[in-house]
Nanobody, 122 residues
């Protein structure tokens, strides 16, 4: 089992940057594909990016491509999401998740963090 804890959210002005971190417990972190999602109240979770076990492959949703960067440090059991050029429409709860294999659907992820709030002011 994997427990995930996100951090790094907060309030930022439009055009600013934030770096989210997701710390994982357990010794099997490197065996999981890691994803970042966001979710607005009453809406489905939206996949933003995922990264494979070694960090050698990444995927980005069109909505964040060129602005967000996902990375991981397996020695620290941590996955990151660097978010640049933030827009007010990026305001949401951001969650990290772990999956055994590639998945672009939230249903494909087995473990979830509690989420961290990101608010972008105009």
């Amino acid at each position: 089992q994997v427990q995930l804890v996100e951090s790094g959210g907060g309030l930022v002005q439009a055009g600013g940057s934030l770096r989210l971190s997701c710390a994982a417990s357990g010794r099997s972190f490197s065996s999981y594909v890691m994803g970042w999602f966001r979710q607005a109240p009453g809406k489905e979770r939206e996949l933003l990016a995922f990264i494979n076990w070694t960090g050698g492959y990444t995927y980005y949703a069109d909505s964040v491509k060129g602005r967000f960067t996902i990375s991981r440090d397996n020695a620290k059991n941590t996955v990151y999401l660097q978010m640049n050029s933030l827009k007010p429409e990026d305001t949401d709860v951001y969650l990290c998740a772990a999956a055994r294999t590639y998945s672009s659907s939230a249903r494909g992820y087995d473990y979830w963090g509690q989420g961290t709030q990101v608010t972008v002011s105009s």
